[in-house]
């Protein structure tokens, strides 16, 4: 019988993840990866510590030269009235050293790499942070294999736990 998974409760701290990107991992062979920095508002980070949010659909891109955090759901903090609310799909930049923003718009230009968001948390200091990484997409038969390697897995494992 399977076991019930914990649920969320209350508010998180620290050292907690609030949203993590599993597609990613299957849609892109990950290489580099970053830790950035958000820029958010009040009620965002609210939202966040209740466990609100989602990166699924989410890319990182250019803009000005910075780098932005495109088409993220953070809903809105039901508690905080109307007018001190904020839009839920709106664009957020991300805070990186100019040297790390630089290698990473070299590497999308000259490799043909995409920037993907794979996880976003509180870090141990309490500050919301996403972590990034250089990816390039993964073929059909490379998804087909990757997936064959995960069965072959679980299989091994519990072959072995038999024993």
């Excluded at 076991?3 to 599993?22: E, F, P, W």
């Excluded at 508690?79 to 805070?95: D, I, M, V, Y």
């Excluded at 038969?141 to 072959?159: A, F, S, Y």
């Amino acid at each position: 019988m399977a076991k019930k998974k914990d649920r969320k409760s209350g508010m998180i701290s620290t050292n907690q993840s609030v949203a993590d990107n599993k597609k990613a991992r299957f849609d892109y062979e990950l290489h580099d990866r970053f830790e950035a920095g958000i820029m958010l508002t009040g009620t965002e980070v609210k939202s966040l510590r209740l466990g609100q949010c989602s990166i699924k659909e989410s890319y990182v891109g250019p803009k000005n030269g910075e780098l932005w955090l495109f088409n993220a759901n953070i809903p809105e903090y039901q508690q905080a009235g109307h007018n001190s609310q904020h839009e839920p799909k709106r664009t957020r930049k991300l805070l990186l050293n100019k040297r790390e923003i630089n290698r990473l718009m070299g590497s999308v230009a000259k490799e043909g790499m995409s920037i993907v968001a794979t996880n976003l948390y509180f870090d141990k200091h309490g500050r919301a942070k996403l972590s990034i990484a250089l990816a390039k997409g993964k073929k059909t038969h490379d998804k087909r294999e990757t997936e064959k390697k995960r069965d072959w897995d679980k299989q091994k494992q519990r072959l072995l736990k038999m024993q």
